[in-house]
């Protein structure tokens, strides 16, 4: 079982920067290969950025790409994600996934075993 609790939203401007934390309970988060996805209201949940259990292999959502980037520290039990350059379409609720695959990043949410609660970002215009 794992516990994953992020933390970091708020409200920005766009053209602004926030960066989002999941800390995880896990005992090796070397294990898990984890993601962040975000749900803005009355649309379905978007995969948002990927990073393999190592960190060597990563993935990023057409949207984000560029402005985004996702890093992991293991030994912190730690997932970061570093948001730049922020627009109004990215307010949502973001979302850290831990999942159990071995097979490098996992792009789908199906994937992923274990959620957090979300954190809300809103970025204004």
């Known amino acids: 079982q794992v516990q994953l609790v992020e933390s970091g939203g708020g409200l920005v401007q766009a053209g602004g920067s926030l960066r989002l934390s999941c800390a995880a309970s896990?005992?090796?988060?070397?294990?898990?290969?984890m993601g962040w996805f975000r749900q803005a209201p009355g649309k379905e949940r978007e995969f948002v950025a990927a990073?393999?259990?190592?960190?060597?292999?990563?993935s990023y959502g057409d949207s984000v790409k560029g402005r985004f980037s996702l890093s992991r520290d293991n030994a912190e039990n730690m997932l970061y994600l570093q948001m730049n350059s922020l627009k109004p379409e990215d307010t949502a609720v973001y979302y850290c996934?831990?999942?159990?695959?071995?097979?490098?990043?996992?792009?789908?949410?199906?994937?992923?075993?274990?959620w957090g609660q979300g954190t809300q970002v809103t970025v204004s215009s």
């Open positions: 996934a831990a999942s159990l695959s071995r097979l490098g990043v996992r792009l789908s949410g199906r994937d992923y075993d274990y």
């Open positions: 896990a005992r090796t988060l070397s294990a898990y290969a």
């Open positions: 990073i393999s259990r190592s960190g060597g292999t990563l």
